[in-house]
């Protein structure tokens, strides 16, 4: 039997503390052999533990659960949703073993993210001749090649909070159609994982397929327009939305799944009415179009644009808490947001009283409102109401 030192975000009940651990003023919190329960770990992230070593079989990767003396608990198979520790976390334990840096700056100096961020350039860059060859040329989409490309860039990444995470770290490239373009199709995917755990492989990559090329017809509106550093006047706006027009006629003539071209027309449209071409309601568009424009909503409002900086990911949470129940679909929206919201656990952020503090727990009922510490003090944001996140610290 032996150890693993686990981030407690990635801790799971049952594991078996294989230390005692103590808070940052060398107070006992649970001792060696503590069984873990929902309260622990709850309270484990309350007090700031950024890692805790768990035990683990003799293969150093398998951890022993138990209810019991640990010295008699039996090794458990793997437990599917506990992830081994990975060589992210090692870095980032390794670069920060007691969580002073921010969790993204460290992550960002670690060796899983550099491959990460080498493939999905790449393939952004591969993906810029393909759109283009596809526009001005009129070829044929070769969907076996971009797809084999995107698949690359899921295999960097173990879970969809990794993805989250790696996702966030690469904020600094964004632009309006092909950074964006790839981050809807990993968030297209990660969605249909969480909503369809059975979904076959065909209509996965076809998802994923459709969260790519969902903005294609975008290379039909001047560039004037899409890069414009102010406010679009209604004529402008106007004729950025032909774009779903365009990408519908690219797409439809292709050799795809027409679902594609479906998403292509359709992921503006809103359950409640509300969204064009067409003001489509809830059932009126694809299963595939509704997940695409929840991907396509988070990523937009969550990168720069021409006219304004990135909105903070709590702000925008927060927002689809307030209305999004009634412009998205929440069979999709919810297991989306539920996990999104873990990916900015232990993250540095700046309150609108103008502290800086770490995000140590994660309210459930409320995701945009999670509990905050600064300092010695903890700010529960479901009860501080005149309090709100207002950006993550850099």
């Known amino acids: 039997m032996g150890s693993k030192r686990i981030l407690t ?19 006992l919190l649970i001792p060696e052999g503590t069984v873990l329960t929902g309260e622990i770990i709850e309270a484990l992230k309350e007090r700031s533990i950024f890692a805790i070593r768990v035990k683990v079989g003799e293969d150093g990767k398998t951890p ?55 493939t999905f350039l790449q ?60 981050n809807v199709s990993l968030l297209s995917n990660l969605i249909g994982k969480l909503a369809f755990p059975d979904i076959s492989e065909e209509d996965l990559q076809i998802l994923t397929l459709a969260g790519l090329l969902h903005d294609v017809g975008k290379l039909m509106v001047p560039d ?46 809103r359950c409640d009415g509300s969204g064009y071409p067409g003001k489509y309601k809830k059932d009126q568009a694809s299963s595939f179009a509704r997940i695409v424009a929840i991907a396509d909503t988070y990523d937009a409002m969550t990168s720069d644009r021409p006219f304004r900086k990135a909105i903070c990911p709590f702000e925008v949470i927060h927002m689809f808490e307030r209305e999004g129940r009634l ?3 929440v069979e999709y929206l919810l297991p989306f947001l539920s996990t999104a919201v873990q990916a900015y656990m232990n993250t540095q ?43 993550l610290v850099d």
């Open 9 to 27: 975000a990635r801790v799971s009940e049952k594991m078996v503390a294989a230390e005692d651990v103590y808070t940052s003023d060398e107070q």
């Open 64 to 118: 022993i659960m138990g209810d019991a003396d640990p010295g008699d608990v039996p090794e458990a198979a793997p437990i599917e949703g506990i992830p081994d520790v990975s060589d992210l976390e090692k870095d980032v334990l390794a670069a920060d073993p007691e969580g002073e840096k921010d969790y993204y700056q460290a992550v960002r100096e670690s060796k899983e993210f550099q491959e990460f961020q080498e």
């Open 123 to 182: 393939t952004v860059d591969n993906l810029k001749d393909v759109f283009n060859r596809v526009v001005m040329q009129n070829e044929k989409i070769d969907s076996e090649e971009i797809l084999e490309e995107v698949e690359d860039v899921v295999s960097k990444s173990r879970n969809s909070i990794h993805v989250l995470d790696m996702l966030q770290c690469m904020k600094g490239y964004d632009d309006v159609t092909y950074v964006h373009s790839m």
């Open 224 to 269: 004037d327009v899409l890069l414009k550093p102010d406010r679009l006047t209604i004529s402008e706006y106007n004729l950025v939305k032909t774009h779903v027009l365009h990408g519908n006629n690219i797409l439809k003539n292709s050799n795809l799944d027409p679902r594609i071209a479906e998403v292509a027309m359709r992921h503006h449209e």
């Open 327 to 329: 412009q998205y679909d």
């Open 349 to 391: 952020v700046r309150l609108t009283t103008g502290e800086a503090g770490r995000v140590v727990m994660i309210n459930k009922d409320e995701l945009s409102k999670p509990v905050v510490k600064v300092g010695q003090m903890y700010y529960d944001l479901t009860k501080e109401r005149d309090i709100a996140i207002e950006s």
